[in-house]
């Protein structure tokens, strides 16, 4: 019998409870990643889910919640420059990586601490 892994359908970060209007105030207010609906017996259980083009991030409550400090995703953008520009004015930090050949790269933090990639292939 043989599988084929077809793609990545969705990413899972953690949050403390409650979580909920503070990952929309950065996913959606700041990353301006769009809100969707979980399905009514998910929700019951808290957390959010946002999407990123064919993607989805999932927001997860997570009672002894630890945030992930070098596990994480990574997003590729086009004008990562803007994005710095747009992170700076929402006062959200970012440190420059300049250690993988080819890519220019920041990471930044989401309101709960788990690390997140970001970058632009040159």
């Known amino acids: ?8 359908d969705h990413i899972q970060l953690a949050a403390p ?4 209007e503070e990952a929309r ?3 959606t207010g700041i990353l301006r990643l769009p809100e969707i609906e979980k399905p009514p017996l998910l929700k019951q259980k ?3 889910w946002f999407t990123l083009g064919s993607y989805q991030i999932h927001i997860g409550v997570e009672e002894k919640f630890s945030p ?6 990574a997003f590729e953008v086009e004008n990562l420059e803007a994005l710095k520009e747009h992170l700076s004015e929402q006062g959200v930090s970012f440190v420059v990586d300049a ?3 080819g890519a220019n ?3 930044i933090h989401d309101p709960f ?10």
């Not at 019998?1 to 990545?8: D, E, G, N, V």
């Not at 992930?68 to 995703?73: L, M, T, V």
Request: aromatic share 16%; glycine share 10%.
């Open 1 to 8: 019998m043989s599988f084929t892994f077809k793609k990545i």
């Open 17 to 20: 409870k409650g979580c909920e």
């Open 25 to 27: 105030r950065f996913f």
């Open 46 to 48: 808290g957390g959010v």
């Open 68 to 73: 992930a400090k070098k596990a994480h995703p």
């Open 99 to 101: 250690e993988l050949p």
């Open 105 to 107: 790269r920041i990471y």
């Open 113 to 122: 601490g788990n690390r997140i990639e970001i970058l632009e292939w040159m």
